[in-house]
């Protein structure tokens, strides 16, 4: 901004909307064919992208026999289309429309202002140099992972110290048999040999590493309300959590659902519908205005030890950590959806707008779409296998919700098996991260 009472004037760096398609048949070939005529009209339209040079491609786990078929059938029909990266969802999302137990795929193929790199553990990313030039280094990265993968987040925390940010997203591949992912390009040296040279891969982590030209804004929604004050864990044994502020934990626990083992039926029925929320000392924890922070781990209660008075999670717990008790539930989870599409468009907004632009933007996020949809090139949601159209009230609904948001972007991602963001592994949250345009001049 300039002077205070003499702001710049507005204007926005247009960016070119990214192709995407999605399709579903019985058949691969004609479901490929499909996507890809979309891409071609897209590509013909003024206000998409003429020349991308990276594919993004998720596929159902019915369709993931023919994955490495699909993968040379496109790079053959879009030579200029240099890069893929994808993997294998139970389910698959599109825009406003979510896939679940049929044949379909989805594609988005961009074309970025910075450069980029695809990776895999045969062409990993390297390290980053302290003091190295910023110029091509990987700021952030996209990641695929296999859920079978051995100390998957040690490999996953790794990862994002090779990025300046330390921010990743993505998720874990999904299906109801073996899943794989794509990670395929023509650079030379980053293309293995043997059973890789397909682009078809089986095991560990793959993706795409972006460098600080390609703006990026990331939001994990986690679906819960807290139902407590947030504490600290005063003592801890592996995933066994002893005290709470130096209370026993199960005492704090069912005074807090109001209930006592004496009545166990209805214990375990409050206690089933009980999750905690587990962030680390320093993190960013409940906040003030009752939500949960992203840095904020959602995990299940497996188990009481009455004897101990202790209370058994799905992770390590450590002193010093603080937990909140937190419930899931459908509107908490449309509502945490549309509180980070709203955070996005509130970073993607400029400061200073036409009187155009806020007309449009005060009659409601329909009218605002169009605006918005000028400063998002496309966006990617990853979203947990378990959440879908049932958790949220409708086939498609999730979709729907980002779409009623953020307008008419392209959009494509898949259902996984676990969620990444930054350097964490989440369960039952989405993850949604836009591809947006420079800063307006004069913000």
């Not at 209930?259 to 519908?273: F, I, K, M, S, Y």
């Not at 918005?372 to 990853?382: C, D, E, K, T």
Request: hydrophobic letters at 45%.
């Amino acid at each position: 901004m300039g002077a205070r009472g003499a702001p710049l004037p507005f204007v926005l760096r247009d960016m070119k909307l990214f192709p995407s398609g999605h399709a579903t048949h019985p058949h691969w070939r004609t479901a490929t064919e499909l996507v890809l005529a979309q891409l071609r009209a897209q590509m013909q339209q003024p206000d998409y992208a003429h020349a991308p040079s990276l594919g993004l491609l998720y596929v159902t786990d019915l369709l993931a026999p023919d994955a490495p078929a699909i993968l040379e059938h496109l790079r053959a029909a879009l030579p200029d289309v240099t890069d893929w990266a994808g993997t294998v969802g139970i389910g698959i999302a599109a825009l406003n429309a979510e896939y679940f137990d049929e044949p379909a795929m989805a594609i988005m193929l961009c074309e970025l202002p910075g450069q980029y790199r695809v990776f895999s553990g045969l062409a990993p990313l390297p390290p980053v140099e302290p003091g190295a030039a910023s110029a091509g280094r990987q700021h952030t990265a996209l990641v695929h992972a296999d859920p079978t993968t051995h100390d998957l987040p040690e490999l996953v925390a790794d990862l994002a110290a090779r990025t300046a940010t330390g921010y990743l997203f993505g998720g874990l591949s999904s299906g109801r048999a073996a899943t794989c992912q794509f990670a395929w390009s023509d650079q030379p040296g980053l293309q293995g040999a043997s059973e890789q040279a397909s682009g078809v891969l089986a095991g560990g982590l793959s993706g795409v590493a972006f460098d600080e030209r390609v703006r990026l804004v990331s939001r994990v929604t986690q679906g819960c309300h807290p139902i407590s004050i947030e504490r600290a864990i005063t003592e801890a044994e592996d995933n066994l959590i002893l005290t709470l502020d130096g209370e026993p934990a199960l005492d704090v626990l069912l005074a807090e659902l109001d209930v006592r083992l004496e009545e166990p039926q209805e214990a375990v029925d409050a206690v089933r519908a009980t999750l905690v929320g587990l962030s680390s000392p320093g993190s960013d924890g409940l906040r003030r205005t009752g939500d949960l922070g992203p840095d904020v781990r959602v995990r299940h209660i497996i188990g009481l030890d009455p004897n101990r008075r202790a209370v058994a999670i799905a992770d390590q717990a450590e002193p010093g950590m603080r937990m909140t008790f937190v419930r899931r539930d459908p509107q908490a989870a449309r509502a945490d959806l549309r509180r980070i599409c709203a955070e996005i468009r509130e970073e993607l907004e400029p400061e200073e707008q036409s009187l155009e632009v806020a007309s449009a933007m005060a009659a409601g996020e329909a009218e605002a779409a169009p605006n918005l949809a000028r400063r998002m090139a496309g966006a990617i949601y990853v979203s947990c296998s378990g959440r879908g159209g049932p958790h949220f009230g409708a086939p498609g609904a999730e979709l729907q919700i980002v779409r009623h948001a953020l307008g008419d972007v392209p959009l494509v991602g898949f259902f996984a098996g676990g969620e990444i963001a930054r350097h964490h592994l989440y369960g039952y949250t989405g993850v949604l991260t836009v591809f947006a345009a420079d800063p307006p001049v004069g913000s």
